[in-house]
């Protein structure tokens, strides 16, 4: 069974800190998606990474995907109230497509 | 592109009675579709995934006769959740997997 293990699932930071969520498996996954959820909404896609050691940047948000494609890592930089909410992190499960969700980081940036 | 639609963002119903949700996927055709459910602050649990055509499988712990979907064209999925509990009460969410990685907007159903 592959499983995510997201962490941290709670975090209260100060406006313009720095924080790092992570998202670690003992399995390979082909894709690793990094969702943002508000509440009573769908959760929207943040971006995809495929590549193993693969970075990519959304603005302040930097996401990298671990070279053995079993981690990832989403990195906020100076982060803003406006940036509050639930980050999920997801894999797809062998050839079904169907995600994989890690538990979720609830992140709460106060002004 | 790839927008899916999903009706009614929220419901309120009596114990007792069957409430239908809607999944349309607007401008892409969907063999397949993922309904996940979640709790307040907590993360997506994917029940059950519809197929076109053909029945739909169930991830273990979903009650099948409970969670009724039907797949019944390209566009169009429908979970039913029959005989409400208030323990039914949480978010259902769709999603048509690799397709698009676009969900529905989610319906928030309370059971009294």
């Known amino acids: 069974t592959q499983l995510l293990e997201q962490s941290p699932q709670f975090l209260s930071i100060q406006e313009g800190e720095n924080l790092t969520v992570y998202c670690n498996s003992s399995?390979?996954?082909?894709?690793l998606q990094w969702y943002r959820q508000e509440p009573g909404e769908g959760p929207v896609l943040l971006v995809t990474?495929?590549?193993?050691?693969e970075v990519k940047k959304l603005k302040r948000l930097t996401f990298q995907f671990g070279d053995a494609r079993k981690d990832s890592s989403l990195h906020i930089t100076a982060a803003q109230p406006g940036d509050t909410g639930l980050y999920l992190c997801?894999?797809?499960?062998?050839?079904?497509?169907?995600?994989?969700f890690g538990q979720g980081t609830t992140l709460q940036v106060k002004p | 592109g790839a927008v899916v639609s999903q009706h009614p963002s929220w419901v309120i119903c009596k114990s007792g009675t069957s409430v239908k949700i809607e999944c349309r996927s607007l401008?892409?055709?969907?063999?397949?579709m993922f309904w996940y459910r979640q709790f307040p602050k907590q993360s997506l649990m994917l029940m059950a995934t519809?197929?076109?055509?053909?029945?739909?499988?169930?991830e273990q712990g979903v009650e099948k006769d409970k969670f009724l979907i039907n797949h019944a064209s390209l566009t169009l999925s429908t979970l039913t959740v029959t005989s409400a509990h208030p323990e039914d009460s949480s978010f259902y969410i769709c999603?048509?997997?690799?397709?698009?990685?676009?969900f529905g907007s989610g319906t928030r159903l309370t059971v009294v």
């Open positions: 399995s390979v996954f082909s894709s």
């Open positions: 990474v495929v590549t193993g050691g």
């Open positions: 401008d892409f055709q969907a063999t397949t």
């Open positions: 519809s197929n076109e055509g053909s029945k739909a499988t169930y």
């Open positions: 999603n048509p997997g690799t397709v698009s990685y676009t």
């Open positions: 997801a894999g797809v499960g062998g050839n079904t497509g169907k995600l994989i």
